[in-house]
T-cell receptor, first 116, second 109 residues
Framework: DTGVSQNPRHKITKRGQNVTFRCDPISEHNRLYWYRQTLGQGPEFLTYFQNEAQLEKSRLLSDRFSAERPKGSFSTLEIQRTEQGDSAMYLC??????????????FGPGTRLTVL | RKEVEQDPGPFNVPEGATVAFNCTYSNSASQSFFWYRQDCRKEPKLLMSVYSSGNEDGRFTAQLNRASQYISLLIRDSKLSDSATYLCVVPKGRAALIFGKGTTLSVSS
């Protein structure tokens, strides 16, 4: 399968615990994005990387959230001291962007987080 | 005005019907637009891109009205397999996609 993959697919944790999600983009894609989706809403942009550089962060990304893409390939999203309001589907997407073009973003299946 | 606004529906239509969804956006500088489709508990997938006045792909037609800042998606001859949530999407800045809440379509036999 050459699509975007995410692990784990489901995560249940207790409030206050830290969690980390991984995203493997389509191999030739230089951009990687993280979104969050709650029930009845469309995905909300969190952050994106061009290669290994994190170029934009939404104000939704509080200090408890951190994302990395150390070698410009896979990315991790960590949430520290989880809260019940963090319960959501976390979607990763990737795209190939030559320059400033907004191209199609391909989404992974998501990681569903439940904070008890 | 919200950045991207859609009628959430649901739209319940019989097979073969024609259905249209509308979407309004607030950023008059936006140049490109997208419709994504999301099946229940699945990831969003690109359905159509709209860069000028409109785009047509088989039974699907997207139209753009820049003066009124709205985008529409028309589905002709609805199939059961068209049942899904349709997300209106407007790029923001260089990378972020701003999604509407989505419009739910249910096609019945």
């Amino acid at each position: 399968d050459t699509g975007v993959s995410q692990n784990p697919r489901h995560k249940i944790t207790k409030r206050g615990q830290n969690v980390t999600f991984r995203c493997d983009p389509i191999s030739e894609h230089n951009r990687l994005y993280w979104y969050r989706q709650t029930l009845g809403q469309g995905p909300e942009f969190l952050t994106y990387f061009q290669n290994e550089a994190q170029l934009e962060k939404s104000r939704l990304l509080s200090d408890r959230f951190s994302a990395e893409r150390p070698k410009g390939s896979f990315s991790t999203l960590e949430i520290q001291r989880t809260e019940q309001g963090d319960s959501a589907m976390y979607l990763c997407a990737s795209s190939w962007v030559p320059g400033l073009t907004i191209n199609e973003q391909f989404f992974g299946p998501g990681t569903r987080l439940t904070v008890l | 005005r919200k950045e991207v606004e859609q009628d959430p529906g649901p739209f319940n239509v019989p097979e073969g019907a024609t259905v249209a969804f509308n979407c309004t956006y607030s950023n008059s500088a936006s140049q490109s637009f997208f419709w994504y489709r999301q099946d229940c508990r699945k990831e969003p997938k690109l359905l159509m891109s709209v860069y000028s006045s409109g785009n047509e792909d088989g039974r699907f037609t997207a139209q753009l009205n820049r003066a009124s800042q709205y985008i529409s998606l028309l589905i002709r001859d609805s199939k059961l397999s068209d049942s899904a949530t349709y997300l209106c999407v407007v790029p923001k800045g260089r990378a972020a996609l701003i999604f509407g809440k989505g419009t739910t379509l249910s096609v019945s036999s």
